[in-house]
């Protein structure tokens, strides 16, 4: 039975892999992956402001000692409190890629690529595999129009694009009027993977303070619907690879990845609920559902319930959301 699969042109024995994550900070952790047969491995992410604040002791153009912007910058966590800095992390990344056989992917999080140029570039000759933008911003600006973000988004992968020879993965927010076009204007600047989709940890409100608290929650099944749907709208019409991440915590939710075109599941909520093993186990029920089947390859699964292959593509689009409400009264 033929699990294999490509993904930004790295070919890998089956789909499953860990996405970026305080899974990968310490290489023994890693090593465990490796053993338990993790596919290939996302790297915590370096974050733009740690960048900055190494480089020029700003972030976002401002100086934390100063009075005026002290409030502002009091919610980023010091440097201190981050995992390792930009050097500690190309070293780190060395480290991985000479102690494991598995692809490494070097994960940088950010707004903008002005920065990234250079740092992006460090990690390659470190010898990054290749290189995932987890582009995350909300923008509370009223007057920024969508295409201003898209534009940049867009002119992020195509300057990274011109310095580095490694394939470039984007991990993007569902949160667009025109989702499928931003896909589009994506395969056109350069982007070699679409990993879909970014998980906004939304600030809950303490009542006792009245003050907006962080709250992190580790991801369900139930967060899986709106990939699926989007993964296979896409797949077949753009060219990158497409990853899923978010909502995969079953066997059974990454054979629908699958079914409905991914061509990687990236998984953190349940290996840090199960552990490392559990990437076996996520092997495991694959192939005994493709033996049930009687399918001999992935290729036979990938994009088998995408929008290309349906009969009826309104069960991806309006019609299904009629439906959706109507059977609740039938």
């Not at 402001?49 to 190494?54: A, G, N, P, R, V």
């Not at 930009?86 to 992917?105: F, G, N």
């Not at 009223?142 to 973000?149: D, F, Q, R, T, Y």
Request: hydrophobic share 45%; glycine share 6%.
């Amino acid at each position: 039975m033929d699990t294999t699969t490509s993904y930004l042109g790295l070919r890998l024995p089956h789909p499953f892999m860990v996405g970026a994550s305080p899974l990968t900070w310490h290489l023994d952790t890693i090593k465990r992956l490796e053993d338990a047969g993790c596919a290939a491995i996302v790297l915590h992410s370096l974050f733009e402001e740690q960048i900055t604040m190494s480089a020029r002791g700003r972030i976002r153009h401002m100086d934390p000692l100063e009075p005026q912007f002290a409030e502002r910058l009091a919610p980023f966590p010091a440097s201190h409190e981050y995992p390792q800095g930009p050097d500690e992390y190309a070293l780190h990344l060395s480290r991985v890629k000479q102690a494991v056989k598995i692809p490494v992917i070097g994960s940088l999080n950010g707004t903008s690529a002005e920065w990234w140029l250079k740092f992006s570039s460090i990690l390659e000759q470190a010898g990054a595999d290749a290189l995932e933008l987890n582009l995350y911003e909300v923008v509370t600006d009223l007057s920024v129009p969508s295409v201003a973000i898209e534009d940049q988004l867009c002119h992020s992968v195509m300057d990274l694009k011109r310095v580095l020879k490694i394939p470039i993965a984007v991990k993007v927010s569902p949160f667009f009027a025109a989702f499928g076009n931003v896909a589009r204007q994506l395969d056109a600047a350069g982007a070699d993977g679409l990993v879909l989709f970014n998980r906004f940890y939304q600030p809950d409100i303490d009542i006792k303070t009245m003050t907006a608290s962080a709250h992190v929650e580790l991801s369900t099944s139930a967060e899986l619907l709106l990939r699926l749907r989007w993964l296979a709208i896409l797949y077949g019409r753009v060219r990158p690879s497409l990853a899923v991440t978010g909502g995969v915590a079953t066997p059974t939710d990454g054979i629908k990845a699958l079914l409905a075109g991914a061509d990687v599941v990236q998984m953190v909520s349940a290996v840090l609920r199960h552990g490392p093993s559990y990437l076996s186990a996520m092997r495991d029920g694959l192939e005994h559902w493709m033996a049930w089947q009687k399918l001999a390859s992935l290729s036979e699964v990938r994009g088998r319930s995408s929008l290309a292959q349906t009969a009826d593509p309104s069960a991806f689009e309006r019609a299904n959301y009629i439906r959706a409400l109507q059977s609740w009264y039938t």
